[in-house]
């Protein structure tokens, strides 16, 4: 067999292109590449040049190939880039590394989706490190094998690219091609990425490709036959090859030439397909060799020597043989950290050779083999998987590492589970069986996990029988929305538990914690607290602090809608000091947002603002599914204190989120008032009815109805966020709408309803009062009696709350009430007031009506408005963008920046974008470059 030594040739094209985009990268204007091309036409070998251009431009190179075998393993294709496998000790890679190997997956998330983004999160850390320390170029071949995470995390490697130095090169076959990758390239081209379709090289460079193969020009024959390869320069050193080891080569007049006679040749002889070329040539290999290979071949692309001698029972050092022979034949390519087949086709027709039973038998040794030594669950998952079989021994080793496996890779553990399931004898089916609903409702198949959990349930089969399986049963309800029936499961577990058999009383008190909180979604409050009651009573009987944390919990939230917040927050830190120790996620609870949300609604914003950016940071480490409500309560307190700038990052960080709860459209209705405020117009709330989830946009559009339609039309629209307050959003909760509604129905003439709004204010405060809540009452009261003292009192409420929006419409209102009083001098200072806390919010809309309300009954400013903060350059930063830029400009990475601002890096992100277009800047390395020179100006000034 000729040996076939890889040569690169052309593309020279593209070559520069590539490389001036490195170029670029390491500039920090980082970009994306998707490179496409047919099997053969030299993706891999272009990839390889971009590599070696990349590490001598001092770039951090991160390489890695998609494997088909591994596309049910997580973050497969990412790993193989960062260089993660079974014996990482980089610590740069620890957490990424332990993540990926599912430690402490079960006591940090609910679901494989949350554990995803954790490391989806945790790896993009890991790059804004390296990014902060140099460029880093990262080339990914084999994209089409791509398993979905690592796809995402290469989408979100996109985002944002250019302002990083970064290169990203992503090879795949062309079309057709799964969805998910055609989905990345509109992603990335979307984002400014760009595509490189390899087309076939001319017959110049096919001529250069021969010469340098045979070391001589090709005759006029052999040029004619290599014309019909298409230009694929695969197809063309194969074919070479294949000619040679035919004999069917020579030397004409210096020239290498095709020797076969005429008869040979009669009728234009046609190469045959690529596959079948190769695998003829493959034919010529010593058996031994062969075999060797073409079992390496149906175990995937990388070739593992350890795995391959105990699958095969041949030594090590045989093997090792084998591999330098195939080096040096040109079948396989030495990394320098792995061996791995030099192209996928050669792989993949090796493995053609093997009939499908063979490769069933062979990943079942496998799997038989390294079962007994430790490796890697999810790689014997996948021998076993594809291997021709399962019995009571696979039964066995899937109850030991179920849970391992379900972490790792869950499509592999639910696949193997059902099929040893059938397998199994009576225990150990049992233990399969609930090993398996775990295992689904992990996953996400809540439907399968319901069917099985009910077949079992009606069965009598609980393996455990302390109330696993109906546990799991009323989750898989519970996930699914159906919380009525997940508490009659709950209700069932407590009825047939109660025997002295039964439940112990820490399973029971876990049963009624649950049970509280499905009563609590289901609006049924009293009954909640009952059970929470229950739930805390049977954790202290029975010493389980997870109990009493639920109970707690479940309780916090019934305090909370009834407006008893100061009780609520006790209860919320009660359970926050129990939720938060390692229990097991296995309820969709988030005790951090819970205490920052009661603490927003005492008016300490201070502290609610610490705990909420300590719910974000929680719920991203937990992938929880409360982060986009952790950042929509972080929005509503920015909206209250006056950093609207701040809120609009938080509202954009949000929406970008998963969204399982229903927050884009509160985020969203929070940017339309923001904008309302700053005199934009927006588009009506889409939906029917007037939930309450659209609140924030009806208040929004409420606004702009006032100056196109009156105040009347703006009060009838708003109106029903009040009035039909109740349950989950009660009015405890909604009352910062009734500053707008009695101004409302003062302007339209209806202070009859100005008053019967502040009655219903007053019921509020009488229950607990806290600043916002009285200035809201005096101010309706205000505005129904036409008073300007109470007013007046209301704004000074307002300052100590902290609301400067709505401390600048009591004055507004005030202003107003002591024009009518006959007091202009002190209405002007009023006014002036109001329109210096609306100037400092770039509160356009309401600076104008303001100016109008007071000109109506003849004052007008006393002085000039603050002056406008300009669009552009450094005055245009906020405070907390000034901060940002100051510490990226440091070279901290946004990871850095938020743990020092207790912001999520999502929401460092979008800082750094807005500043960047502040300042018209493209990269972070031009903003260190500007604040570097402005420090020296101001140095030298």
């Not at 093997?354 to 079962?371: E, K, M, T």
């Not at 910062?736 to 509020?764: S, Y």
């Not at 460092?908 to 420090?935: C, N, Y």
């Amino acid at each position: 067999m000729g040996p076939v030594s890889p040569v690169f040739v052309g593309r020279q094209g593209e070559t520069d292109r590539l490389r001036a985009l490195a170029r670029q990268a390491v500039a920090g204007h980082g970009v994306a590449v998707l490179v496409e091309g047919e099997p053969g036409i030299g993706k891999t070998s272009l990839l390889d040049r971009v590599a070696t251009d990349c590490a001598s431009l001092g770039m951090r190179l991160l390489t890695g190939v998609a494997e088909d075998l591994e596309q049910q393993l997580p973050f497969a294709a990412i790993a193989n880039c960062l260089g993660i496998g079974a014996a990482t000790t980089d610590p740069e890679l620890a957490r990424v590394s332990g993540l990926l190997r599912g430690e402490q997956a079960f006591t940090q998330t609910l679901a494989a989706v949350n554990h995803d983004f954790v490391i989806t999160e945790a790896i993009l850390d890991l790059f804004d490190e390296w990014f902060a320390q140099g460029p880093v170029a990262m080339l990914l071949d084999d994209a089409q094998w791509a398993d979905p995470q690592s796809l995402v995390v290469t989408h979100r490697l996109g985002r944002g690219i250019d302002q990083q130095p970064m290169l990203l090169v992503v090879a795949t076959r062309s079309a057709p091609r799964a969805g998910p990758v055609d989905a990345l390239e509109r992603s990335l081209v979307a984002r400014g990425g760009q595509v490189i379709e390899l087309a076939p090289l001319p017959p110049s460079e096919i001529d250069t490709l021969a010469h340098d193969l045979l070391d001589a020009d090709a005759g006029p024959r052999l040029r004619r036959l290599l014309a019909t390869a298409g230009g694929n320069p695969m197809y063309v050193t194969e074919l070479l090859a294949e000619l040679a080891d035919e004999g069917a080569l020579g030397d004409r007049d210096g020239r290498t030439e095709l020797v076969w006679d005429t008869d040979e040749l009669a009728g234009g002889w046609v190469p045959p397909p690529l596959a079948e070329v190769i695998l003829h040539r493959l034919g010529s290999l010593p058996p031994g060799v062969r075999d060797a290979l073409q079992t390496a071949a149906v175990f995937g692309r990388t070739v593992d020597l350890t795995e391959l001698s105990r699958a095969l029972g041949r030594p090590l050092a045989e093997l090792a043989d084998v591999a330098a022979s195939a080096v040096e034949a040109g079948i396989l390519a030495d990394t320098g950290t792995r061996l791995e087949f030099r192209q996928p086709l050669i792989r993949e027709a090796l493995a053609a050779r093997v009939p499908p039973s063979a490769r069933a038998a062979l990943h079942a040794r496998a799997a038989q083999q390294l079962g007994t030594d430790g490796s890697e669950v999810e790689r014997i998952a996948e021998h076993l998987a594809a291997g021709d079989g399962v019995d009571e021994r696979t039964a066995r080793w899937l109850i030991e590492v179920a849970d391992t496996l379900t972490a790792r890779a869950p499509a592999l553990a639910v696949d193997l589970l059902r099929r040893t399931l059938p397998h199994a004898p009576p225990p150990q089916a049992s233990r399969l069986r609930l090993q398996l609903i775990r295992a689904l409702l992990w996953r996400g198949e809540h439907a399968e996990a319901e069917r099985v959990a009910r077949a079992a349930v009606a069965a009598g089969d609980d393996p455990g029988g302390d109330g696993d399986v109906r546990w799991l049963l009323a989750q898989t309800c519970y996930r699914r929305g159906r919380l009525r029936e997940s508490l009659e499961v709950i209700q069932g577990a407590l009825a047939e538990g109660s025997g002295a058999a039964g439940l112990s009383e820490g399973e029971r008190g876990r049963f009624h914690g649950f049970a509280a909180i499905c009563l609590f979604f289901l609006g049924r409050f009293d009954e909640a607290r009952a059970a929470a009651g229950q739930a805390v009573r049977a954790g202290a009987a029975s010493g389980d602090a997870r109990c009493i944390g639920i109970g707690d919990y479940a309780l916090a939230m019934t305090l909370a809608v009834d407006g008893e917040m100061e009780q609520a927050l006790a209860a919320a830190d009660r359970a926050f000091a129990v939720l938060t120790e390692g229990v097991r996620p296995d309820l969709q609870v988030d005790p951090y947002t819970l205490r920052g949300m009661c603490l927003l609604e005492l008016d300490r914003l201070a502290e609610a603002d610490r705990a909420l950016s300590a719910a974000v940071a929680a719920n991203r480490e937990s992938g929880g599914a409360y982060l986009p409500i952790a950042h929509t309560l972080r929005a509503r307190l920015l909206f209250l204190d006056g950093r609207w700038d701040d809120a609009l990052v938080e509202i954009e960080t949000g929406i970008e989120l998963p969204d399982l709860l229903g927050s884009a459209v509160r985020l969203r209705g929070m940017a339309d008032l923001i904008a309302v405020h700053r005199g934009a117009a927006v588009d009506p709330p889409t939906g029917t009815g007037a939930s309450y989830q659209h609140h924030f946009s009806r208040w929004a559009r409420a606004l702009c109805v006032e100056s196109q339609q009156g105040p009347a039309a703006a009060f009838a629209l708003l109106y029903p966020a009040w009035e039909k307050a109740h349950g989950l959003e009660p009015r405890r909760l909604v009352y910062r709408v009734c500053a707008d509604l009695a101004r409302f129905a003062v302007a339209a003439g209806d202070r009859e309803q100005a008053r019967a709004l502040a009655r219903e204010m007053d019921e509020l405060v009488a229950q607990q009062t806290h600043p916002s809540l009285t200035a809201t009452a005096k101010l309706c009261h205000g505005l129904a009696d036409d008073d300007p003292d109470l007013l007046l009192a209301a704004a000074v409420d307002y300052h100590e709350a902290g609301w400067p929006l709505y401390e600048g419409n009591a004055y507004e209102n005030a202003a107003e009430a002591l024009a009518r009083r006959d007091r202009p001098a002190l209405a002007r200072q009023t006014l002036d007031r109001a329109l210096e806390l609306y100037g400092a919010l770039e509160a356009t809309a309401d600076i104008a009506r303001a100016e109008a309300r007071l000109r109506a009954v003849g004052v007008r400013r006393g002085v000039r408005g603050p002056r406008k903060r300009p669009k552009h350059g450094w005055d245009a930063l906020t405070e907390t963008e000034r901060r940002v830029a100051a510490l990226v400009a440091g070279g901290l990475s946004n990871p850095d920046v938020a743990a020092q601002m207790f912001l999520s890096r999502r929401t460092v992100q979008s800082h750094v974008s807005s500043i960047l277009a502040k300042l018209q800047l493209s990269s972070r390395v031009e903003l260190a470059v500007l604040a570097a020179e402005r420090t020296a100006v101001r140095a030298g000034g």
